[in-house]
């Protein structure tokens, strides 16, 4: 399955007609794909952040932003300009190390975690042996960002926010876990890049979701816990706890929680259609619609319109799942902090094991459609 | 040394530094959070290490395991009994402390013995299999590791369900350190709906 461009082989063989070293050239690539997926994640939040006050206003019958820009696009700039040049605030008694530490520590394993999304067959920072178990370890060093700055502020709503997010987030991490691992077991391999490969054979038709309707809804549901989203926002219910861990915080300190919050949305999004709905896979196979009009799979034209289209495809389906994630926040009532871990400990754990264990045993039985 | 070499090194002595100083807090500082909080870098630390060694999917474990769910938990419980209580002063601490160091000493001590005397290449010429790992750990868990696996998971069962039987004394008869019987009334009120003495 080696098609597709390699990028980075170009780029290199680009530098060397220059005279440098492949060392150098490799030195010179590395930033490049970080950097770029550092824009695409912050673009990426600014177009949720527009989509969540339009979606939100849509659904309130209102009209939401609309001087800033056409139909208010330029909003979520202003509102990041608003926040980088607000006075950057430290309460006098909080602990300013740990209050400093613990938005840091959020926001920069949602960063590491789009180390292994991929857009394309090498369109990804790097594909990684261990795959989505980098992203599940990474995604569980985020509370204790959040029990630190809790705990920093020295306010109890803060502490109390804190510990609510760290208990929500272990009780919706394992389900999560075992619904991935049942992908894994189809999958035979941990790679995000074999997940897609994996449902690539028949187009729409071979796409997780229908082999694996329970772990989607699972998955999705534990997600949508895990980025903190209502109706699972418990973390910073305002009635409750003003905002939670968030209380405190102002200017750019409180936009890093913010940023944080909606890249972990979209990459929830994204790993959701890498993992269930086929990836950058369009319904119909690229191959087949080439073979029908006789194009040459390998040609450069026709590789960068494949390139292009699993791009448009990664985003699409995220930015569908985002779609759904804003109508469920503007539609739905909060749980209460009981109801969820009854429905994470009773409801999705046994819900997932039973899957895992169906997953299994089809496997046994038929190898030709569950991965053998 | 080429440049790979060289950032595997200061990779290694950033990480080495980082535990060591790390750890030294751990036990060393007066705020038992500062503690807790330095303790989950060591051990991400740690994993650092492992990653290094082309262990990735252990480091992912590592990280999973002793960050994601041993240090969350520890600062969770600190946090739950977070009293502001003023620690009493112990008399004999002079000699305490000369015991604990020489405890530790000796220690260190054979774990430098271990590691001049063990050989640490490797028996067979076999190379860095790298992502293959991952492979290699399954097959041993689920042949000749099986038995330790399954009693470790034994382990972990019986913790948990001494765990509960604490906590959930209402459920018991009889108090399980004294022996009196349980005020079942005083547990059974704080799980009581609140408003049902208003009808």
């Not at chain 1, 790993?271 to 006789?294: D, T």
């Not at chain 2, 060591?20 to 751990?26: D, F, N, P, R």
Request: charged fraction near 15%.
């Amino acid at each position: 399955m080696e098609y597709g461009l390699d990028l980075e082989y170009s780029f290199n063989e680009f530098l060397k007609g220059f005279g440098l070293s492949s060392e150098i050239a490799h030195i010179i690539w590395l930033p490049l794909p970080m950097l770029l997926v550092l824009v695409a994640a912050v673009v990426g939040v600014l177009v949720t952040v527009w989509l969540e006050r339009k979606i939100s206003a849509a659904a309130q019958q209102r009209i939401g932003p609309e001087y800033a820009g056409a139909l208010g696009v330029l909003q979520p700039i202003a509102d990041g300009l608003k926040l980088l040049v607000k006075e950057d605030i430290i309460p006098a008694k909080a602990d300013g190390i740990l209050f400093t530490a613990g938005p840091i520590l959020v926001l920069v394993p949602v960063i590491l975690s789009w180390l292994i999304v991929p857009f394309g067959q090498n369109l990804l920072i790097s594909n990684v042996g261990i795959g989505i178990f980098l992203w599940i370890a990474l995604s569980s060093i985020q509370p204790i960002g959040l029990l630190m700055s809790g705990y920093a502020s020295n306010n109890k709503y803060s502490l109390l926010g804190g510990l609510r997010a760290a208990a929500q987030s272990i009780s919706y991490e394992i389900p999560l876990a075992l619904s991935v691992l049942a992908i894994v077991l189809m999958t035979n391999s941990l790679s995000t890049v074999d997940i897609v490969n994996q449902q690539s054979g028949a187009g729409i038709l071979s796409w997780n979701i229908w082999r694996q309707p329970v772990g989607f809804i699972v998955f999705w549901i534990c997600a949508l816990a895990e980025c903190e989203r209502l109706p699972f926002d418990l973390p910073e219910a305002e009635e409750e706890l003003v905002a939670g861990y968030q209380t405190e915080y102002a200017g750019m300190k409180f936009a890093l929680f913010y940023l944080g919050s909606y890249i972990n949305l979209i990459l929830s999004a994204l790993l959701v259609s890498i993992l269930y709905l086929g990836g950058w896979g369009f319904p119909i196979p690229v191959e087949l619609i080439a073979k029908f009009l006789n194009l040459p799979i390998n040609a450069p034209f026709i590789q960068v319109f494949t390139a292009s289209i699993g791009i448009v495809m990664t985003v699409l389906k995220a930015y569908l799942l985002v779609f759904i994630a804003i109508l469920l926040r503007w539609t739905t009532p909060r749980v209460r902090i009981d109801q969820l871990l009854d429905l994470g400990w009773k409801f999705l754990l046994p819900i997932s094991l039973a899957n895992l264990l169906i997953t299994a045993g089809l496997k046994l039985a038929f190898p030709q459609f569950f991965g053998g | 040394m080429s440049i790979a070499i060289t950032t595997q090194f200061i990779c290694f002595i950033v990480l080495s530094l980082v535990v060591i100083i790390g750890a030294l807090g751990v036990v060393l500082l007066e705020s038992i959070v500062y503690s807790a909080f330095l303790l989950g870098g060591v051990f991400m630390s740690v994993a650092g290490l492992y990653l290094l060694l082309n262990a990735s999917f252990v480091a992912a474990a590592q990280v999973l395991v002793y960050v994601g769910a041993v240090n969350v938990l520890i600062i969770f419980a600190i946090m739950l009994v977070n009293k502001k209580e003023d620690l009493k002063p112990i008399n004999d601490i002079k000699s305490r402390r000369v015991i604990s160091t020489s405890i530790c000493l000796t220690l260190l001590s054979l774990l430098i013995r271990v590691d001049l005397t063990n050989v640490w290449s490797l028996s067979s010429p076999q190379s860095s299999i790298g992502d293959e790992s991952t492979i290699r750990i399954g097959e041993h868990l689920f042949s000749d590791y099986l038995l330790p696996f399954e009693v470790a998971s034994v382990l972990l069962l019986m913790a948990m369900i001494g765990a509960i039987v604490l906590a959930r004394r209402d459920v018991m008869s009889k108090d399980i350190s004294t022996g009196l019987p349980v005020d079942q009334e005083l547990i059974e009120k704080s799980s009581e709906p609140l408003l049902t003495n208003k009808n």
